[in-house]
């Protein structure tokens, strides 16, 4: 279907019609009627779109590429030009789209389309994504509301780079205030809880140094002398959990930007690979004083202040990168192949999540090759001096000493960690909980966040996923 800027999504404009409404926009953004539009006219166009947070960035990509006589100042012969080029490239993914063809883009349409682009998109943000470019709130998008929203976005046009834009739109209000975008806070709470349920289900595995102490443990103490210190190690791992997850998913995108491609699920192995590692180093900076914290917090501020407490923080990055790396890069590939086959023996139609036994396999699978990196874990105070006298005196399976006993613990742990993370970015919402940062609303967030946690504590499917 060619494009015609007389008749675009069910709306008809003649010539005469389409150049006064290009003269209009223009007008509207030189408010000092210079006839030229600089970089703080397109500031203010950009303005009025909702106090987007990257204007300026956006102004000066959309000066360099409008300006085509790079004179530092866009003419209205020049801005023409832009408009009716970017309309055809609206049009032309409006079209794609639109599978129904009538002209309307409906949720289902724009979830297909995201898919395609490796954005897996939860029903609420689908339509939290429509209602952002939805004028007149009817549900769908039309064209001239597809034109208007987009039409100061100076990248390329794709799905990838219309939900981004959509997205950081959304996270400003009209007076200015900044949200948790929902996506963030889900990978974080997913990360956190799925850490938490995790290392309290494997917690009896570490009083377990072997079965003769056993049962003088279950006589002593009970069933719950399994459980002795796990408040300590919740408190630990569940920032640590929620931090590596929420960076992991960062960093993707991030690679995928480098990799110079849309799609976050087309960076291969390699870049799954960096960015657990990536997602590894930054949650292991950012809990590492919790370590040692646990048993000499107080000795170690009097004595050194607070630089001790990141006392072996680059061993500890070292050891950490290769485990992480290996550990999430393998989960999301094999999760991704299973997904593939699964599409192909199905004649195509892939499978929006896989079940809660594909992921404890593929999460019992990355674990397991992930605890054979050298280096991990890393509980040494001179990294240099021990791994120079381990090789002397027992060679390469020196570092892998302890591998079965760890393996016991580190399989369940990944494995659990794995499901609850992916059932709870599933079955939780958090597109209708946007913190703010007023005052006025500090009572409606108090309850909105028992309301999260009760969603999560009465969630029978993520208890049965267990």
């Known amino acids: 279907m060619e494009y015609y800027p007389q008749r675009v999504g069910g709306l008809f404009e003649n010539e005469m019609e389409h150049n006064v409404r290009i003269k209009k926009l223009f007008d509207e953004l030189d408010y000092d009627k210079k006839g030229v539009l600089t970089r703080e006219n397109i500031q203010k166009g950009l303005k009025r779109l909702g106090n987007h947070p990257s204007r300026n960035k956006y102004a000066a990509e959309l000066l360099q590429k409008i300006d085509t006589t790079s004179d530092g100042v866009i003419d209205l012969k020049e801005f023409k030009a832009f408009v009716e080029e970017k309309e055809k490239e609206l049009w032309k993914l409006f079209i794609e789209i639109d599978n129904s063809h009538d002209m309307r ?49 100076p990248r390329d046009i794709t799905i990838f780079e219309i939900f981004e834009y959509s997205k950081m739109l959304a996270q400003v ?54 459980f002795r210190g796990n408040g300590l190690n919740v408190a630990k791992i569940a920032p640590e959990s929620a931090i590596k997850f929420f960076a992991y998913e960062k960093s993707k995108a991030i690679v995928a930007q480098l990799m110079k491609t849309d799609d976050i699920g087309s960076i291969g192995m390699s870049g799954r690979f960096l960015s657990g ?36 923080l680059v061993p500890s990055l070292v050891g950490v990168f290769p485990y992480a790396a290996v550990d999430m890069s393998v989960y999301e590939t094999l999760k991704l192949s299973y997904i593939k086959r699964k599409a192909i023996r199905s004649g195509g139609r892939e499978i929006e999540h896989p079940s809660s ?110």
């Open 173 to 226: 209000s009209i007076d200015g205030e900044v949200t948790i975008p929902p996506t963030d806070l889900k990978y974080l709470a997913a990360g956190a809880i799925a850490g938490a349920i995790s290392r309290t289900a494997t917690a009896p595995l570490d009083r377990l140094t072997n079965l003769s102490i056993v049962f003088k443990r279950l006589y002593n103490g009970g069933i719950l002398n399994f």
């Open 357 to 466: 036994w594909v992921s404890l396999g593929c999460g019992m699978i990355s674990g397991s090759i992930a605890q054979g990196t050298p280096g991990h874990p890393q509980r040494y105070t001179g990294a240099i001096d021990v791994i120079r006298k381990t090789y002397t005196n027992e060679g390469i399976r020196g570092f892998y000493k302890g591998l079965i006993p760890a393996l016991s613990k580190v399989i369940p742990a990944a494995a659990i960690t794995y499901v609850v993370y992916e059932k709870i970015e599933n079955i939780v919402d958090f597109s209708s909980f946007p913190y703010k940062s007023t005052q006025a609303d500090c009572k409606a967030r108090k309850w909105e966040k028992e309301h999260v946690i009760s969603k999560f504590l009465t969630n029978q499917h993520l208890w049965d996923c267990l």
């Open 277 to 312: 590692g990536l997602g590894g180093v930054v949650s292991q900076f950012a809990i590492y004083p919790l370590e040692t914290w646990k048993t000499r917090v107080m000795k170690m501020w009097r004595t050194q202040g607070f630089k001790s407490f990141y006392k072996g």
């Open 105 to 153: 883009l409906q949720p289902e349409e724009l979830e297909i389309a995201l898919k395609k682009s490796g954005i897996n998109c939860t029903k609420p943000e689908i339509k939290k994504f429509i209602k952002t470019i939805d004028k007149d709130g009817n549900g769908v998008i039309d064209f001239a509301e597809w034109r208007d929203f987009l039409l100061f976005l």
